[in-house]
């Protein structure tokens, strides 16, 4: 089985456009529209990977990663954050060091950003 991925986003357009490009990776992508979703999904799918937005109705992608933490402390899925909002070093650097982001991804997000992220930590996958 390849790479399973969840992409948690208030925006329809950016996962079709996450999910286009993941599926081309041989990737099956399952989809959230708010943060309680994405935990919810995260917790019963456990993909090995977590594509959240910073800013989501119900949960933001911080508040979905501190709850996965507290509910499966073993479960380490692989986590890029995407924004549109917190854009500086300051916000890359606490999402790491803080939420132990894998990688920090700001909007609008080029296919090919995406596509080398996805690389950097499953360089197994095709394309």
Aim: avoid cysteine; glycine fraction near 4%; aromatic fraction near 8%.
């Amino acid at each position: 089985m390849g790479l399973r991925v969840l992409v948690a986003d208030d925006s329809r357009i950016f996962r079709v456009l996450v999910r286009e490009v993941l599926a081309e990776l041989g990737a099956t992508v399952f989809e959230a529209s708010t943060g309680k979703e994405a935990l919810d999904n995260a917790l019963g799918l456990r993909p090995e990977l977590l594509i959240l937005d910073a800013l989501m109705p119900q949960l933001s992608g911080f508040e979905v990663i501190t709850k996965l933490r507290e509910k499966a402390p073993q479960y380490r899925p692989k986590i890029f954050v995407v924004t549109a909002v917190y854009k500086s070093y300051r916000w890359e650097s606490e999402a790491k060091s803080v939420y132990q982001v894998d990688e920090y991804l700001e909007k609008p997000l080029e296919p090919e950003t995406l596509i080398k992220a996805v690389h950097r930590h499953f360089p197994e996958l095709a394309g």
